[in-house]
């Protein structure tokens, strides 16, 4: 073992789970520092509770939303079984279906064959049934755009794909890499579509993914459970890492502010140094870059400039009525609508609202300098009840509670070649030989919370093994 001294920064997801098997495998001095008042980063289950004096029951019961649309995905039996141990019968197993809604109709997701059928317009399966037929694939497709196309045919990703891809990453289809697609239209093949279309023959849905497990209380319980038993003396706090004082391929301290909840008191004077021996990082890749000290090269410095997040401005409306939807997930992609995606928390879990109404939050991506980023409450309430009225009319008196909240650097932005770029920044990193890089946003990778327990387990294991 390398060392025993741990100093995890970030206490997110990728922080914690890193933290839960440095103290399963017996480490006895390691700490988690973490900018905010709780852990947990993009993780985590907010609550709602006594809103409003008119309900008297509201005082007992809460409305409960995750920060994102959060599930817990069963591909790894391993980490399956560790989140079990964790939560116990608190892990639910869910079945609750999504859609998409697009030109007045829901259709859903994954993609069914024979629903599309049932629901778009003659012409335009004929289309697609044509373009499948006489579209002349590239050997191989270097943007999303194209892969998208050779894939699916271009009527098809249009209608289901592209656009909302250019919503969710704000990036024109043809600028995103390959690596933003998923499995998640795996059974549109030629043969199935043309079953589907011409005899009527059943698609088989076993590809689809709406089973997943959930906590009882949001998806922050795995988050709580993680702090528990890593244990409170293990997280700090209010610590925002400042600067990562290195010298001769080793990080030597780390300058941390401690935030105060008084104004009074400047960042100096609440500055702290803390010498390091092993450093475990996971904050976003171009902030680290920014807080070297002394800084990168200047050719490294202007690759980290092109990288780019996505932020997220969630806005949440608690409802004075049963339900919404019955899905677990709505998707947007026309342009007409500001958000991209609505999710119920109740159709994860029956607890997440108090009986007879619910929550129902909508996902608005963005970068800092777009307008929506920078709207007032007000104004941001009254845009998006608008345009939610137009899928599903919402009366302003069942309206029991509003309010936003911002959620940055929550997407890395996969943009063509930024493969190389990463590699680069993260080449750099490596070559301090006391620090790692762990999660979503240090490796500037698409990972879900499976993926993340993997990655914590694993760069422990290579600290031990050191």
Not at 416 to 434: D, K, M, P, S, W
């Amino acid at each position: 073992m390398k060392s025993d001294n741990l100093h995890i920064l970030g206490g997110g997801p990728a922080g914690l789970t890193t933290g839960y098997y440095a103290k399963k495998h017996g480490f006895p001095n390691f700490t988690i520092f973490e900018a905010g008042e709780h852990a947990g980063g993009n993780c985590r289950t907010l609550k709602i509770k006594g809103v409003d004096c008119r309900y008297s029951f509201l005082q007992r019961d809460a409305f409960r939303f995750d920060t994102g649309a959060h599930r817990f995905h069963d591909k790894d039996p391993q980490v399956t079984e560790e989140v079990k141990t964790l939560l116990g019968d608190d892990l639910l197993r869910v079945a609750a279906p999504s859609e998409i809604f697009f030109e007045g109709k829901f259709y859903r997701f994954p993609l069914l064959l024979n629903d599309l059928v049932q629901k778009l317009e003659t012409k335009t399966l004929l289309k697609i049934t044509w373009e499948k037929l006489h579209h002349r694939r590239r050997k191989q497709a270097d943007n999303f755009a194209d892969f998208a196309i050779n894939q699916y045919g271009k009527t098809l990703a249009e209608h289901f794909l592209l656009n909302y891809s250019e919503k969710l990453w704000g990036q024109p289809p043809h600028k995103l890499s390959t690596a933003i697609s998923g499995n998640r239209l795996k059974g549109l093949d030629l043969r199935s579509f043309l079953r589907s279309t011409v005899l009527g023959t059943p698609q088989n849905p076993a590809h689809l993914d709406g089973s997943f497990f959930y906590p009882k209380y949001g998806i922050g319980m795995i988050s709580d459970k993680l702090c528990e038993f890593i244990g409170p003396d293990h997280i700090k706090l209010k610590h925002r890492v400042n600067r990562l004082v290195h010298k001769n391929g080793r990080i030597e301290r780390i300058i941390i502010n401690k935030v105060s909840d008084s104004q009074r008191v400047t960042a100096a004077q609440n500055e702290i140094e803390i010498p390091v021996s092993t450093v475990i990082n996971t904050l976003p890749l171009t902030l680290s870059m920014r807080m070297l000290d002394p800084p990168p090269p200047p050719e490294l410095s202007a690759v980290a400039d092109t990288i780019k997040y996505r932020h997220l401005l969630l806005c949440v409306f608690c409802l004075n009525r049963d339900t919404f939807s019955s899905n677990a997930s709505i998707y947007f992609p026309s342009e007409e609508f500001p958000f991209t995606r609505l999710y119920e928390p109740k159709n994860r879990s029956s607890h997440m609202a108090p009986k007879g109404q619910t929550v129902i939050v909508l996902e608005l991506p963005c970068y800092n300098d777009n307008a929506v980023w920078n709207m007032s409450e007000a104004t941001l309430q009254t845009e998006v009840w608008e345009a939610l009225s137009r899928v599903k009319p919402i009366r302003q008196e069942e309206i029991i509670h509003y309010q936003s909240y911002k959620l940055p650097f929550a997407y890395p932005v996969l943009e063509v070649g930024f493969e190389e770029n990463v590699a680069r920044l993260v080449a750099y990193f490596e070559t301090f030989e006391n620090l790692y890089l762990t999660g979503r946003s240090s490796l500037f990778r698409y990972l879900h919370l499976h993926d993340l327990f993997k990655a914590g387990q694993e760069v422990v294991a290579q600290i031990r093994n050191a």
